[in-house]
């Protein structure tokens, strides 16, 4: 398979341009998100040669990525934010009336609103991404709610695929989770997947009173259709994301479960890192997987059969070589 690689700076890239041959992949998957991450790591252990090409680096060590509390603060970290600013009219009179666009101001700001300062010049409603392996599971809030029933029978009904019923896409929930929050064994959990799920602790909400207050409340909110004693025990030991056929039609007050593990943020990376780097006993690679980053793709090539078939990619080396 051959890759068109261009290294050095974009003042000098055709001075530096030459090709290479990256042969033997069997698979390449481009981009490490919640998509891509997964199915590179899944491919190769199956034993697949794949190449997964991210176009960031890797900002494991960063702390705004690891501590959860954090997610507010990853999203706006200039190490991995991609921010993108979409028009959603051509028509800029009317786009000006989202009150969400936001605006370049003439002193290097951005202004985000209805009454931009004079000489601003539109951007567009902003749309955060990142470019970082694990894409946006990097920078997302950690709620790992399981979907309700509905959505995925209105795709089997959509697309006329009943892979995609509740009760088939279920199996998948249970090989993905590595659950931290219950007991072994539970119904339709997962204990040895790769991406952990737990709750904060029940303390936070114990010792803050305000927060407690607006708990409690919301317990006898709910008093008319349920029972303000099971509410409170639902908080405590109750399961979002529990296989009951209850649980999308019985309205009570959950912890949100998160997509963490010791303490740390969780996501594709994880498990993108755990089966690129897992040896065997003699220290060889157990798995051929193999991450380039900060790697951007800019071509897909295909052969001249019919239908086509994709047979490579030609990409820049480099970070931030994205707009």
């Given at each position: 398979?051959?890759?068109?690689q261009?290294?050095g ?7 530096f ?11 390449v998957v ?18 697949h ?13 960063n702390?705004?990525?690891t501590v ?9 970290d200039?190490?991995?934010a ?7 009219y051509a ?9 969400k ?25 902003l749309y955060?991404?990142?470019?970082t392996?694990g894409?946006?599971t990097a920078?997302n ?12 029978d ?21 090989k ?55 509410n409170?025990?639902?908080l ?14 019985q309205?009570?007050i ?19 890192v ?10 060889s690679k ?10 951007h ?16 990619v030609?990409?820049?080396?480099g970070?931030?070589l994205?707009k």
């Open positions: 398979m051959r890759f068109q261009v290294i700076s974009l003042a000098a890239l055709a001075s341009a030459t090709a290479v041959d990256l042969t033997g992949y069997e698979y481009v981009g490490s998100g919640a998509g891509g991450g997964p199915l590179a790591a899944r491919l190769a252990l199956a034993g040669k794949t190449l997964l090409i991210e176009a960031g680096d890797d900002q494991g060590a702390v705004n990525y959860p509390s954090y997610n507010a603060k990853v999203s706006e200039p190490n991995l991609w921010n993108f600013f979409v028009k959603h028509d800029e009179e009317r786009q000006a009336l989202d009150f666009t936001s605006y370049q101001t003439p002193d290097g700001g951005l202004y985000t609103g209805l009454d931009p300062p004079a000489g601003s010049e539109m951007k567009g409603t955060p991404r990142t470019g392996l894409g946006c920078h809030a950690l709620i790992a709610v399981y979907p309700h029933r509905s959505d995925f209105n795709i089997a009904a959509i697309t006329g695929d009943a892979s995609w019923s509740a009760d088939n896409m279920r199996k998948y929930f249970v993905l989770e590595n659950n931290h929050y219950l007991l072994p064994g539970q119904k339709g959990h997962g204990y040895e997947g790769w991406l952990g799920t737990s709750y904060a602790p029940i303390d936070i909400v114990l010792t803050d009173p305000k927060l407690l207050s607006l708990v409690t409340g919301a317990t006898f909110a709910l008093g008319n259709q349920t029972n303000v004693v099971l409170l025990a639902s405590v030991a109750g399961d979002a994301n529990s296989a009951s056929a209850n649980r999308d039609s309205p009570s959950f912890q949100i479960p998160l997509s963490t593990a010791d303490g740390k943020r969780g996501g594709s990376r994880e498990f993108v755990a089966v690129r780097d897992a040896k065997n006993a003699d220290g157990a798995y051929p997987l193999d991450v380039r980053t900060n790697c793709v800019t071509k897909i090539t295909f052969d001249q059969s019919t239908p086509p078939r994709a047979t490579g030609e990409f820049l080396d970070a931030y994205y």
